[in-house]
């Protein structure tokens, strides 16, 4: 593969694909099929391919970036989830929290997670303490 771009060919790739700044979902998956075309060569990509496939992945990832960010949980989110996964109820929690009115008041965002109940939520959910921090 040579690093010489040969100008006819990029522009003819560049008029077949048409890339722009994703403003829509339908624009979104058509660029993804456009990479899915070109990954699908491999090794074979020319300098050109190549070239247009690095603005399109760039295309995507500046949408997806905007449009697809995850939150970060909140320890009572991820203990939210963990609950309802596994159909708990705040009753299934007094154990691990030592009393009804401690679990009622963490499990309803009247009170934060400590250091202890982290530890003890840890242990019950099989998961690292720090979720719950």
Known sequence: MTNTLNKPEYTRLLAETSPRVIDTETEHKRLLNE????????????????????????????????????????????LQELMSARGLKQKDMVEVFGSKGITSEVINGKRSISKNQAKALGTFFHVSPALFL
């Open 35 to 78: 990479v899915d075309k070109l990954m699908d060569l491999g090794e074979n990509l020319t300098v050109e391919q190549a070239e247009i496939l690095l603005l399109l992945v760039t295309l995507i990832e500046q949408y997806e970036d905007k449009h697809y960010q995850l939150k970060a949980a909140t320890p009572l989110e991820i």
